[in-house]
Antibody
């Protein structure tokens, strides 16, 4: 059974870089059938797609975040990562990683990231 | 960007009732529309993919229909455990987008 697990700091200072990693277990991250996604959800609000990466490192980003965003894939470690620079309070959210196989069929439990000094 | 508009935003219903949630896309997305259920403090769970395809492990009371711009999630004979927020999601074109959500309360 595929499982995804987010990891990273829960508190980031304004203007600094938010870095998160999603570890995939129970299946290869290199499988070309899947796209690996990041989704976030501000407290009490809806879901926002951040971007994705797939098997040869090809990425797609939400234009609203593109200038600050990098998503990468390390198939040897079965991990994919998110880096968001110059964060502000508006980036405070629960961050989820998710596998896309015709809809997001597997999700991590999420990690709450708070941007505050 | 494709905007997904869900209705209603909130619905209070009784057990055994039939519920219909709609999702309208700002332009045609074919059948690239998926439905999720999210309970408090949990990650979303995929219920229906490609507008109408059911998934193993999802109760048969959940069904989806539609194509193009108009989609529907139907829950037949609602159960107490169905209290949650429901989201639609399109991956027909980038950026992928989600609807605003429909919160379902069980009376």
């Amino acid at each position: 059974q595929v499982q995804l697990q987010e990891s990273g700091p829960g508190l980031v200072k304004p203007s600094e870089t938010l870095s998160l990693t999603c570890t995939v277990s129970g299946g290869p991250a290199s499988d070309g059938r899947f796209q690996w996604n990041w989704v976030r959800q501000p407290p009490g609000k809806g879901l926002e797609w951040i971007g994705n990466v797939y098997h040869r490192g090809t990425t797609n980003y939400n234009p609203s975040l593109k200038s600050r965003l990098t998503i990468s894939l390390d198939t040897s470690k079965r991990q994919f990562s998110l880096k968001l620079t110059s964060v502000t309070a508006a980036d405070t959210a629960m961050y989820f990683c998710a596998r896309d196989h015709g809809g997001f069929d597997h999700w991590g439990q999420g990690i709450l990231v708070t941007v505050s000094s | 960007e494709i905007v997904l508009t869900q209705s209603p935003d909130f619905q209070s219903v009784t057990s055994k009732e039939k519920v219909t949630i709609t999702c309208r896309a700002s332009q045609s997305i074919g059948s690239f529309l998926h439905w999720y259920q999210q309970k408090p403090d949990q990650s979303p769970k995929l219920l229906i993919k490609y507008a109408s395809q059911s998934l193993s492990g999802v109760p048969s009371r959940f069904s989806g229909s539609g194509s193009g711009t108009d989609f529907t999630l139907t829950i037949n004979s609602l159960e107490a455990e169905d209290a949650a927020t429901y989201y639609c999601h399109q991956n027909s074109s980038l950026p992928q987008t989600f609807g605003g959500g429909t919160k379902l309360e069980i009376k």
